[in-house]
Structures are given as structure tokens and as C-alpha cells.
């Protein structure tokens, strides 16, 4: 149906004719006719608007969407205050494009360079670019920034994501560099195993932090093994735990890279997401993706451009140091509206709930016999616990009602708390799982 | 301003209730940040504010004509956001059991379906985030293909000098060394430079098709043999599909493997430079090699692994989905046929103003050369774009594609009405006047926005990055 065309079927007989043309074929007369096709497409013929949103609704209802998310590993439940879709949904916003012509569109590059000043303050990194696909691309297309003709090598804790490590993996096998894991002790990244592994033609080391059995990194005694051997230390962060813990900066990392999901973007069954890729100034011009910078115009204003378009595909193709065009802009803007909106009281209050009620939770659920925490370090948000019946039963058990539990890992559970889940709410599961478990 | 210089200490919103739990003992100290973020104190209302402020000085589809050739900027349903915002597609975590997802799973399952009659494939994928994320995973499949042949001499792409600057970029981060092709006076594949540089080095072949001049190439079915005569894979840029779909497939001209963007076939919004999709469809060849999500579905034993997590921009497959059904068969070939007249009806008035690169019948975009005015009047590609943003609309690419000196390119998209089209006609007239009677003029434009041209050598000498307080 429709299509959106404005034009109807006369007017377009009309302008075809008008040009000199009988028949829309003669405009594809290049096409040879092998490949010219002669029936319709096999698919359906087009719907009403209002039969496309029923079926459409229709789809959506055979998913559950849990009132009660307890589960993290990469997507995180936090609360979205409702001037982050207000804002982000202005059309001016949605429906345009990269702001190639800077006269018209100061608004999308002043709030691309706002973004990238706000993901430098939540690190305390000097530079950020102005998006990536995700966390997990992020960190690859950051482990592929440090390769140089002397070093090669990228090393990846297994404490972090397991589609993190498995994205560098693939990016390391496409360009054909030495890709190496390194082992997890007590849940931490081994720093002497990493000392062990690491040599002069290691590029680079990824750690996650916290890491994705939710404990903290040694971070420190990691980066400065790392930076002994001359390679490059980056540093995977959840941006909301940012609000509480040390940054990145004050680890010494040289790359920053994240999920930025937590800042704003709702779970959406992994999509779309945000990641960004904050660095050390001596590193800006090997940056990735677009990047948004201040000038002035021909009249002395301020006037903010796309900028070291140099590193970019379009200037350099296969020179280019990456082949990033479209990022995640709108999303980036999301984050931009959630740490504007929320300041810096308001990501330091997301992050002690989360961290008091995690911690809360753990302590009550820990006193039921059978649970008990695998990991005796510290933690943010998330935690690990055995479990006295089958994890899988569990998880079946909370389902049906309503709860959606820590994610199952052979039969321990990965808990996540964050501060959309009340006091009541946590002692009501701690009840319910209590129940399942005498059952 | 900047949200940064609006802020005022103190200054917040209250999103958060207070801690109803008992507090536990924090980290050690040498674990905590030392200073909070600098990030703005403002209230909603100044927010608010700064925001609507910054959104009169954008420009989208919605505002006005948006010809940006190569980027297919048609109209962005509303119908989309409705269906992508249901409570029951945001609010699902990607990693939650498959039996309360399955929703999720039939909008991937039925996209692909359709999707691949589309394009004459059997599987795709939909975990690349965004079309150039698209080319380098399909590029993996073939490298996928070649390796698990045993064969190790395939280290060069094919690509003609048209291209978009993607293709060779992916090719380099996928270890290939890249053949460049020239386009012949037609603005085709050169056929006897694509013989001599099919050999068993070749992985594969990268093309567009229509190209990026606007050309529907005639040799599409010889160049697809050529190269799997000499044993590389095909691979199909799909920017281009607006014109084709209903009309022909890259299936059908010997493409082994295709990238789409939905955000520009299929409606998606730009967002001001994403989120996009760049979903991967293969020939039963190259299916196995797909990526995965190993947290969702395990690893698939010869898939190339992930290239982001999850299943990609599920939000936006929604939206495609909900437009590939609102348009069905007949829609989908109605807006293709109706965005190459619209692109031949534009030409067409253009071309008395400004001469087109090849002159020939276009599919839906097409190319003018500024070269001669440049010669003539010192007047380039660049200052007839600013000029058209004074007459209100968004000026065409600039200087792509690089076979074209001062190139200028078209892509009205099916969206446009016939009035649409001849103010923009009218618009190219004013300018070649302008030209005519006052060059200088132009220099200056353009006059009607809020910055005139900036500076951007400086920009990138002493790059200033972000907003720092004194």
C-alpha cells in the first residue's frame, strides 16, 4: 500500500511523460532482462496503518516484559526520567542526518560536543568521540587503535562480557593479530598471569570495570603492569557505577570504552545501544568515528564542526583509521538528556542505590541456607551466588511471577540491583525465593 | 550557549526517592572517584529550553527538501516510533529466557524472511549497527569462505574507483589490499581493467549497483561471472537498493552476499548520524559463517563470531518491519519506480542549469559537475550548496563521488511531490542566475543561518574538543 508517496498515479503518468517517457520500464532499460523482474515480490501485499499497528501489537504481546528486572550482564534496568524521550523524539532532532553542513545544524553539533564533554567529566579522559555501536565494538575498534608495526598482540581478561571478549576476538581474527585471554583468579583479572603473558609486542590490555562477575578490578597493579611492558591499558566501564567509583583517568587508562545503555536507553532486547570511546590526548588523532570540535565562523561566532576528518573513510578510505560513518548519534543525545538532567548529584544517587540495594539484597538472600556468594571481593551492583535448587528451576519459578532473576551461569546466579527496585520489592523476592526454595 | 554555561550550582531535578535500605560500608577509598563529574546543574525547565533552542537550528527530513544523494533521506514514518516504543519491545532484556521473548524473535525471524525475497538471499543476520559495520561483516564471510577452503593467496578486493569510501576502509581493517577499478566513459566498471585484475588473489568483488553516479550497470551479470570464474565471492553495497527493490535483486545478478541499510531503504530515522542497521544477508554458501550472540544462543560452530553484542539494533529492525509491512510487494516497487522518476524528473530541469556528469537516464540519484563554473567563474560545489540553503533546503552530497570533479548529487527519494521538485528546480535556476550576474555573492552564502561558514582548517589545527570551565 501507499508507500508515502504525495504524487498520485496520474501525476506521476503526468511527469513521466513530461520527460519524454512512455512506460516507467524505459527508465530501467539498463537493467538486462535476465535480472529485470516479471512477477511481484513473494511477500504480502502492503497493510492499512491501522492493520500494521495491530499486527505489530499483536507480535509484541507474545513477549513478557518483567515488572522486576534483576539482571545485568550488559543491559542494565535503570530509572529514565521522561525528558530524555521528550526531547530526543523532536523530529528536527530524529530526521536528520550528519550534520555535514555545519550552518545548518549548529543544534546537532553543539549537543554532539556537549556529549563528549560530559563522557570526559564521567571518566576523567581529555578526549571523546562522538559515538560507537556498542560496548563490545567499542572495545575492539579501541584494541585495534593501539596495533602498530612492532606490536600486534591484544590481550583480554576472561572477566570481562563474554561478547566483549568474543567481538575482539573476531576483530583481532579479521585483521589477523594474535588475540590471548587472561586468566580469572577469585574473580579478579590474575595479575600474574598477566605479568607472564605480556611482552614487548603486546599493543594493548582490556580489563572490564567491574568486571562481568560484577566484582572491582585491581585496576591499579593491572595498568601498571601493563604500562611496564609498553603497551596500552583499556579500561571497559559501566558509565553508572562511574558515579561512585574511581575513574578510568585515575587508573592511568589510555582508552576508555562502554555500554552506554545505562544512561538513558531503555533494554530494547540489546538494540539500539551506545558506545563510547574516550582517550589521552596524545592518542585524539587515532580516534575513531566522528568527532565534534569548536571553531568560528566567517564572522567571529562561535560555530562547533565535524573535525580530523582526516582520521574518517570518506578523506582517507583504506588509509582511514577506522571505517565508522553512522554511529549512534540520537542514542548519544539520549545519554547527553540523562547526565544533563540528572547532574552530577543525581549519577552519584543512581549509583549508592544501586550499590546499597545490591548489597541489601545480597545480605538478605545470603541467609537463606544454600545461597552464598562465589566471589568474597568487592562489588557495585551485581553478584554472583550458588544456588541450593537448580538455577534453571529458579529462574522458572521467579518468571512466573513477574520477577526476572540474576542471569543463570551454570548453576550459580549473577544477580543485578539497581535503584528502580524498592525495599519491599527486594524483601518480597527474597520471600518468594525463600518459598521456591523449601518447596 | 552551552548546557555547561546555563549551569548554576545547586541546581537539580528530583528523578530519585531517598534510600529506603540500610547502608552498606562503601569500597575502600583508593576505589572511589575523587571528584564528582563536572556535568551541568540545571533544572528541567532549563533544559527544556536549551534543547528546543538547539533543535531550531537543526534540519531534517521533516523540516524540508533533503536531496542528500547516496543517504536516501525519504520520509520517516510516525507509525515507526508507535510500534518501536510498545512497553513490550523496550522493556525486554536481550539476555532473558527465549520462551518470554518470542515476539522478539518472530520481528527478526519475519524481517529476514522478508527481507531476503527482497534481496534474493537465504539468510541474514541483523547484528551489524550500521552499513559500513555491515560491509566489514560480510567481507568476514568471505574471508570465512576462502580460509576454510584452505585457500591463503586471497588477499585482494576489488573495488571501483566510484565507491563509497566504506568499502575500502572495511577492506582494511579485514587485512585485504584493495584493487581499484576505473569507471569507463559510461561511468561503469572498466570490463578489460575487471579481466585483467580477476586472478586467484582476488577474495572478492565490492559493488554497488545502481552505482554511485546513479547508473544501473548493464554489465552487472558479466562482471558477477568474471569474478566467480576466478574463484572470489560477490559482494553487494546495498546504499543504493531504493531503486531496485521490487524491480530487481542483487540475488539475481550474482551477488553472494549483501549489506542493507535500513536506515536508508527502509525508512529508519538518521538520528543526526545514527542509530542505523546494517543487517547481512548471504547465499546458503556463506550461512553458516553468520554472526552470533553466544549469551543468547551459544556459539555457532563456523560462525565468524560477533562483531557487537547482542543482536544488534533490534529497535530499529522494528521500525524497518513495520514499513516493509505497511508497503508489501506493491508499495515496495511503487516507491523504487517512483524515486527514479522523481530522480530522471529532477534531472531533467536541472540539467538546463547545471550540466550532469553523465548524461543518460538515472536511476534514483544523479550527479552534476560544477567543474566547468569553477574554470569559468570560480564558483564550486561547495558555494552553489551553501547558496541552496539560503533558498531552504539541504544542499546535495558535496565532492562525492571523487571520479567526479566538483560533484554534486541528487537523491530526491520517492517522497517528494512534483511542487517539491520544481522549487528545488527553481532553486538551482536562481543560483545559476546568481552565477550569472553576481559570483561574489555566492562567496558569502549562506546568509540565512545562524553561523556563517566556519573555519574549518583551524578546527583541526588546534582542535578544541570540549567545554572546559575556566
Not at chain 2, 275 to 292: A, E, H, M, R, T
Not at chain 2, 304 to 313: E, L, W
Request: charged share 20%; net charge negative.
Amino acid at each position: 500500500m501507499g508507500g508515502y508517496l504525495p504524487s498520485t498515479q496520474n501525476e506521476r503518468n503526468d511527469m513521466l511523460k513530461s520527460i519524454g517517457y512512455k512506460d516507467i520500464n524505459d527508465l530501467y532499460k539498463d537493467v538486462p532482462s535476465q535480472v529485470l523482474l516479471k512477477t511481484d515480490l513473494s511477500i504480502p501485499k502492503g497493510l492499512s496503518e491501522m492493520d500494521v499497528r495491530s499486527k505489530l501489537d499483536g507480535i509484541a504481546a507474545k513477549n513478557i516484559a518483567f515488572p522486576v528486572v534483576m539482571r545485568g550482564a550488559g543491559a542494565y534496568d535503570h530509572y529514565i526520567p521522561a525528558i530524555v524521550g521528550s526531547v530526543t523524539s523532536k523530529e528536527e532532532f530524529s530526521t536528520t542526518y550528519t550534520p555535514y553542513q555545519a550552518e545548518l545544524s549548529q543544534g546537532v553539533l553543539q549537543s554532539i560536543f556537549e556529549f563528549q564533554t560530559m563522557i570526559c567529566e564521567l571518566t576523567g579522559m581529555d578526549v571523546s568521540n562522538a559515538s560507537m555501536y556498542d560496548g563490545s565494538s567499542s572495545a575492539a575498534e579501541a584494541a585495534m587503535m593501539c596495533l602498530d608495526r612492532r606490536r600486534q598482540q591484544v590481550l583480554v581478561s576472561q572477566a570481562a562480557h563474554p561478547e566483549t571478549i568474543e567481538t575482539i576476538r573476531t576483530y583481532c581474527w579479521g585483521r589477523n593479530v594474535p588475540f590471548n585471554t587472561i586468566p580469572v583468579k577469585n574473580g579478579l583479572t590474575d595479575v600474574e598471569a598477566l605479568k607472564s603473558m605480556i611482552n614487548n609486542k603486546t599493543a594493548c590490555v582490556f580489563i572490564q570495570q567491574p568486571n562481568f562477575l560484577g566484582q572491582i578490578e585491581q585496576a591499579d597493579l593491572l595498568n601498571k603492569v601493563t604500562h611496564e611492558a609498553g603497551a596500552k591499558a583499556i579500561m571497559g566501564v559501566y558509565p553508572t557505577s562511574l558515579g561512585m567509583l574511581k575513574t578510568p583517568a585515575e587508573y592511568d587508562a589510555d582508552i576508555v570504552t562502554g555500554e552506554g545503555q545505562p544512561l538513558g536507553l531503555a533494554l530494547n532486547y540489546g538494540g539500539p545501544y551506545l558506545g563510547f570511546m574516550a582517550c589521552k590526548k596524545e592518542l585524539t588523532r587515532s580516534l575513531p568515528g566522528r568527532i565534534v570540535g569548536e571553531t568560528k565562523d566567517n564572522k567571529g561566532n562561535r560555530a562547533f564542526v565535524l573535525t580530523l576528518q582526516a582520521r574518517e573513510q570518506h578523506i582517507r578510505r583504506e588509509k582511514a583509521s577506522s571505517n565508522v560513518c553512522s554511529n549512534q548519534a540520537l542514542c548519544a543525545m539520549m545519554a547527553a538528556v540523562y547526565m544533563a538532567a540528572m547532574g552530577p548529584e543525581g549519577i552519584e544517587q543512581a549509583a549508592a542505590l544501586s550499590f546499597h540495594k545490591a548489597h541489601y539484597f545480597a545480605q538478605e538472600l545470603t541467609k537463606i541456607e544454600g545461597f552464598s556468594l562465589i566471589y568474597d571481593g568487592e562489588y557495585f551492583n551485581e553478584f554472583i551466588t550458588s544456588c541450593p535448587i537448580d538455577a534453571k528451576q529458579l529462574e522458572r519459578a521467579l518468571m512466573e511471577k513477574g520477577i526476572l532473576s540474576g542471569l543463570v551461569l551454570d548453576n550459580t546466579m549473577l544477580w543485578c540491583v539497581t535503584e528502580k527496585l524498592s525495599k519491599e520489592t527486594l524483601d518480597d523476592v527474597v520471600k518468594t525465593i525463600r518459598e521456591v526454595c523449601l518447596i | 550557549m552551552l548546557i555547561f554555561e546555563i549551569s548554576k550550582k545547586g541546581r537539580k531535578s528530583d528523578y530519585l526517592p531517598a534510600c529506603d535500605v540500610p547502608l552498606s560500608a562503601l569500597p575502600q577509598a583508593s576505589k572511589l572517584r575523587k571528584d564528582p563529574p563536572k556535568l551541568p546543574e540545571l533544572s528541567e525547565i532549563e533544559l527544556t529550553r536549551h534543547y528546543t533552542r538547539l533543535a531550531k537550528q537543526a534540519f531534517g527530513v521533516n523540516s524540508g527538501f533533503y536531496p542528500l544523494g547516496s543517504c536516501t533521506m525519504k520520509y520517516n514514518p510516525r507509525v515507526n516510533e508507535v510500534t518501536a516504543s510498545n512497553p513490550n519491545f523496550m522493556g525486554i532484556h536481550p539476555l532473558q529466557p527465549l520462551e518470554s521473548a518470542k515476539g522478539c524473535r518472530e520481528v527478526l525471524d519475519l524481517a529476514e524472511s522478508l527481507l531476503c525475497e527482497v534481496t534474493g538471499m537465504n539468510a541474514m543476520s541483523f547484528q551489524p549497527a550500521a552499513g559500513a559495520h555491515g560491509e566489514y561483516t560480510g567481507l568476514l564471510l568471505i574471508k570465512k569462505y576462502h580460509e576454510l577452503r584452505g585457500d591463503h593467496l586471497r588477499t585482494k578486493i576489488i573495488i571501483p574507483d566510484s565507491a563509497h569510501g566504506t568499502n575500502p576502509a572495511s577492506a582494511a581493517m579485514v587485512g585485504y589490499s584493495v584493487v581499484n577499478i576505473p569507471s569507463d566513459a559510461n561511468g561503469c566498471v572498466d570490463m578489460d581493467a575487471l579481466k585483467k585484475a580477476c586472478t586467484d588473489e582476488i577474495a572478492g568483488l565490492m559493488l554497488t549497483n545502481p552505482n554511485t553516479l546513479g547508473l544501473f550497470d548493464p554489465n552487472i551479470l558479466e562482471i558477477t561471472q568474471l569474478v566467480h570464474a576466478c574463484g572470489g565471492l560477490n559482494y553487494y553495497d546495498g546504499a543504493n537498493l531504493n531503486a531496485i527493490m521490487g524491480k530487481s535483486r542483487p540475488g539475481d545478478m550474482g551477488f553472494d552476499v549483501v549489506h542493507l541499510n535500513l536506515h536508508k531503504t527502509f525508512s529508519t530515522p538518521h538520528g543526526g548520524g545514527g542509530p542505523g542497521s546494517g543487517p547481512v544477508g548471504c547465499k546458503n554458501i556463506l550461512k553458516s559463517y553468520l554472526p552470533d550472540s553466544i549469551m543468547i544462543e551459544g556459539r555457532k560452530p563456523e560462525s565468524i563470531g560477533q562483531v557487537r553484542s547482542f543482536y544488534g539494533n533490534f529497535g530499529i529492525v522494528v521500525r524497518a518491519l513495520t514499513y516493509i509491512l505497511s508497503l508489501g510487494s506493491d508499495g515496495l516497487k511503487a516507491a523504487s519506480e517512483t524515486a527514479v522518476l522523481n530522480a530522471n524528473y529532477l534531472m531533467h530541469q536541472v540539467k538546463e542549469y547545471f550540466p550532469v556528469a553523465y548524461d543518460h537516464v538515472c536511476m534514483h540519484e544523479f550527479v552534476l559537475t560544477l567543474e566547468k563554473t569553477k574554470h569559468d567563474k570560480n564558483i564550486s560545489a561547495l558555494d552553489v550548496a551553501k547558496g541552496l540553503i539560503d533558498y531552504g533546503m539541504h544542499p546535495p552530497t558535496m565532492y562525492f563521488p571523487l571520479i567526479v570533479h566538483e560533484a554534486l548529487m541528487l537523491e530526491p527519494t520517492e517522497t517528494e511531490s512534483r511542487e517539491s521538485l520544481d522549487q528545488a528546480a527553481m532553486a538551482f535556476k536562481a543560483i545559476k542566475e546568481k552565477i550569472d550576474m553576481d559570483p561574489d555573492a555566492l562567496h558569502a552564502a549562506p546568509l540565512s543561518t545562524p553561523i556563517g561558514r566556519p573555519d574549518e582548517v583551524n578546527a583541526a589545527r588546534n582542535p578544541i574538543l570540549r567545554y572546559t570551565s575556566k
